[in-house]
């Protein structure tokens, strides 16, 4: 189990201890705002569209091509962006930090 912070548009912090699954799930779980997960976890939607920080994109990886296909037609996509159902928290993300993007 691993310890995430998601940070939502307005700046509010939101921290879960004992993380396990995809980062999207866990943000279900914690009704995080702003990720909906509507194809649940199928890589099929951007609508669990989060930015990595910087700190932790070596560790967490680049977004897959499928992901970059999803993530070119939303607006707020950055070269930070990651559909948060294709990470899996594992304990090397052990204090990973997310930000909600904005909609």
Known sequence: MAKITFI?????EIV???????VMEI??????????GACGGCCSCATCHVRVHSDWIEKTGRATESEM?????????CDRSRLS????????LDGLVVEVAPL
């Open 69 to 77: 296909d999803l993530l070119d037609l939303e607006s707020q996509a």
């Open 85 to 92: 159902c294709q990470i899996e928290l594992t304990d090397e």
């Open 27 to 36: 943000a279900q779980q914690n009704q995080v705002p702003g990720i909906e």
């Open 16 to 22: 879960e201890e004992n993380g396990v699954g995809s």
């Open 8 to 12: 939502t548009p307005d700046g509010k």
